[in-house]
């Protein structure tokens, strides 16, 4: 897999009113040659998605990541958007290779899986000097994730429930609450 990746970090500090922090991580798929037949040749499955391509292959994933360090020590918060872009069966690719394979009928023509946004929330703080608490909410407004076309002859990709969960939210809103301790 091809691809360019961007990353950038930003700090503000605000004297008293604690620092500002953003970070971004971004990814955007030039090329995911695959070859399902060796000598046969290759074809792009980059934003594409099916029984050959697999699972899908968004051309851009990024997170936006802001953390306040507040001016009461120990304590942070943050709120992140991630952002997964849709994807197409890979029968809508025009690859003569593609067209040509006998693929089953989960490779719709014309089925997409829409691009999909992500807003997190949560904090931290950390007492004592060696114990922390974190605790946040993932996909606050439970974007559910694209559904993948249904077919009654099952399906070779790695589907659960006709979602991606590798790629995409599977479980909605969750809240989650974690304590470390260094020793």
């Known amino acids: 897999m091809n691809g360019i990746d961007v990353t950038s970090q930003y700090r503000l500090d605000f004297g008293r009113a604690g620092r500002l922090g953003v970070d971004f991580v971004g990814t955007y798929v030039l090329k995911n040659a695959t070859e399902p037949v060796t000598g046969l040749g290759s074809y792009d499955c980059a934003g594409f998605y099916g029984p050959i391509c697999g699972v899908p292959s968004p051309r851009w994933k990024q997170k936006l990541r802001a953390t306040w360090n507040t001016p009461l020590?120990?304590?942070?918060t943050f709120v992140a958007w991630r952002r997964a872009n849709g994807a197409a069966s890979e029968r809508t690719n025009v690859s003569p290779l593609i067209q040509n394979l006998p693929l089953p009928a989960l490779a719709v023509p014309g089925a997409?899986?829409?691009g999909v946004?992500?807003?997190?929330?949560g904090?931290?703080?950390t007492f004592f000097g060696h114990?922390?608490?974190r605790l946040g909410i993932n996909n606050v407004f439970d974007k559910?994730?694209?559904?993948g076309p249904q077919?009654?002859?099952g399906s070779p990709v790695f589907t659960n429930g006709n979602i991606y969960p590798q790629v995409y939210d599977a479980l909605g809103r969750y809240a989650f609450i974690n304590m470390i301790v260094d020793f």
């Open 131 to 133: 114990a922390t608490v």
């Open 144 to 147: 559910s994730p694209p559904i």
């Open 151 to 153: 077919t009654p002859y």
């Open 117 to 121: 946004d992500y807003i997190d929330v």
């Open 112 to 114: 997409r899986l829409a």
């Open 73 to 76: 020590a120990g304590l942070d």
């Open 123 to 125: 904090g931290s703080y």
